[in-house]
């Protein structure tokens, strides 16, 4: 007899609410088992809330209050996806949820709630994989390069507004036409340093160019950033997402667990290095339509701090990656407080739902609560009054049936984890993640030739060659400068040859020599001027007399006779 059919048969002694309730909840495909029907206060094992295999990649939520069993629920879900060879990601925020890799341990709470739903438990662990953002805390580093971070998603973390965002967007646009790798965050610091310099200005001045203003607040909020330790997620090897789609050697899907109890302080960077994750996976994965199951399940936990002061370009990445990723075989379950923290028209996409409890101590949490009611489809509960009544490890629940229509409200206990409800032991998470065929590929971070590289190595032989054409100019003046003093040499020796001539010629005109006598005055006159002494003598005078007659010639005192 299969489920479905006990389901119906034991559906018959139910109170008439109950069994129109449990009814739309019969499932012939594999399905999830979540729990037992909760009726007028009584749990009844007989009526089994399931979820449709083949309906989890319609997304869900699950929500409720802090310490109402949220996580348990996700480890739940996860159990049974991973059981029925589908892959699991999902984030550890607290660093509870590692011990999904290890059997539970029985007990009298564990044996009280699996007789109450009429669940047949045992401890059994399950494979996972784990990894940690940058390598900081346990797990298999996750990195991510700027380039396929994007600018969208960068300008999120780095809380950048709309001007600002695009103008990051124009950054990335040249980087990207330009050859520049974006690897690690000093690449894009180098990149915006070399687009407000006095070579680069121009690089981007048909294109809107960028503002010294803008790019220090950019290069400020990079700095920041990296000052909270954001550094160590950037880089390379970059993660290949393709690796959350394994199954382990016996056939259940692989669970992979983003350890980041390190870094909770930083939601707003985890929650959008998920969103990455789910962006990649959205890129590479090819359109599969409807399949009997999915080829991934993604929990994307405190979701809500990743709608928190998003801009509209971003909200919209998110709408379009949740509502066309369904068709590549990939379910989102967006785990937050209330349906409230998520946008309406991503909610709309969101067909699962688990309701835990919600509190109503302020009139704003009567506000929330009153909001929540209305998303849900018309019950026969009090779902106002049963929202704040519900204990741990309870929830109202309505998903999609096998046909695609939204099942009955149903208030409902839920099953208890197969394994353990708390963290894995730190040495032996330690060893499960050195000992994983992963951990080779992606441990040790590598530093290629990126855009700091290349602008560095430009912006040293722009150097020089500056200073190579500096010292060609100076040489090059020096010879102008030598030649000029040597032809004013030779003309000031001219000169003093005239001017001796001239004295020895008017001597011989007022003595009345001449014939013979003459000759020898020439001779003598030639011996005179033409020796080492008499040159450097009459070099010196002819200096002195150019440099007189010169000054005199721009308006200086002339020269005395």
Not at 258 to 278: G, K
Request: charge should be negative; aromatic fraction near 6%; glycine fraction near 10%.
């Amino acid at each position: 007899m299969s489920d479905s059919e006990s389901t119906a048969e034991n559906a018959a002694v139910l109170p008439e609410p109950a069994r129109e309730i449990a009814a739309g909840y019969a499932v012939s495909g594999a399905a999830l088992d979540l729990g037992a029907l909760l009726w007028d206060g009584t749990c009844l094992p007989d009526a089994q809330i399931r979820i449709p295999l083949a309906m989890l990649n319609r997304h869900g939520l699950v929500a409720g209050a802090t310490g109402t069993g949220k996580t348990k629920t996700l480890q739940l879900i996860a159990e049974q996806l991973s059981a029925n060879g589908v892959p699991v990601f999902l984030a550890d925020i607290k660093g509870d949820v590692s011990g999904i890799a290890t059997p539970g341990t029985p007990g009298d709470r564990v044996t009280e709630r699996a007789g109450q739903v009429g669940q047949e438990w045992r401890a059994e662990g399950f494979p996972c994989e784990f990894y940690a953002l940058g390598g900081i805390g346990p797990g298999i580093p996750l990195r991510a390069t700027v380039t396929s971070f994007g600018p969208v998603l960068l300008s999120k973390v780095l809380e950048l507004n709309q001007t600002q965002e695009q103008s990051l967007g124009l950054i990335f646009h040249y980087a990207d036409s330009k050859g520049l790798e974006l690897v690690d965050l000093k690449d894009l610091r180098a990149v915006v340093a070399f687009l407000v310099s006095d070579t680069g200005r121009a690089e981007l001045k048909g294109i809107g160019g960028l503002s010294t203003a803008t790019a220090g607040v950019i290069l400020r909020s990079i700095t920041a950033f990296e000052q909270q330790g954001a550094g160590d997620f950037f880089g390379e090897p970059e993660f290949d997402t393709a690796e959350l789609l394994r199954l382990a050697p016996d056939g259940r899907g692989l669970v992979s667990v983003l350890e980041l109890a390190a870094v909770q302080d930083e939601p707003r960077l985890f929650s959008t290095f998920l969103m990455w994750l789910l962006a990649d996976l959205f890129h590479d994965l090819p359109e599969v339509g409807d399949l009997d199951r999915p080829k991934l399940v993604f929990f994307f936990d405190e979701a809500h701090l990743l709608f928190d002061g998003a801009s509209k370009a971003f909200l919209e990445s998110i709408t379009r990656t949740v509502r066309l990723i369904r068709s590549k075989g990939v379910g989102i379950f967006f785990v937050t407080q209330t349906p409230r923290d998520v946008p309406a028209e991503v909610l709309a996409q969101l067909g699962n739902r688990v309701q835990h409890a919600l509190r109503a101590f302020t009139p704003d949490d009567a506000k929330a609560l009153r909001s929540t009611v209305k998303t849900f489809p018309n019950s026969p509960y009090d779902l106002e009054e049963l929202l704040t009544r519900l204990g741990i490890g309870e929830a109202v629940i309505t998903v999609l049936s096998e046909n695609g229509a939204p099942t009955p409200v149903a208030a409902t206990r839920l099953r208890a984890p197969r394994s353990l409800m708390g963290p894995w032991p730190a040495a032996e998470l330690d060893a499960a993640v050195k000992g994983s065929s992963l951990y080779g590929s992606y441990a040790q971070a590598v530093d290629r030739e990126s855009a700091y590289e290349k602008l560095s190595a430009g912006q040293e032989s722009e150097r020089r060659a500056a200073e190579a054409e500096a010292a060609a100019v100076a040489t090059g003046k020096e010879a102008a400068k030598a030649a000029k003093a040597e032809e004013a040499a030779k003309a000031a020796e001219a000169a003093d040859r005239a001017a001796v001539e001239e004295a020895v010629r008017g001597e011989r005109g007022r003595g009345g020599r001449g014939g013979k006598a003459a000759e020898e005055d020439a001779s003598l006159v030639e011996q005179v001027v033409g020796s080492g002494m008499f040159r450097s003598l009459a070099r010196s005078v002819g200096t002195q007399l150019g440099r007189e007659i010169s000054r005199s010639l721009f308006g200086t005192a002339r020269r005395r006779r």
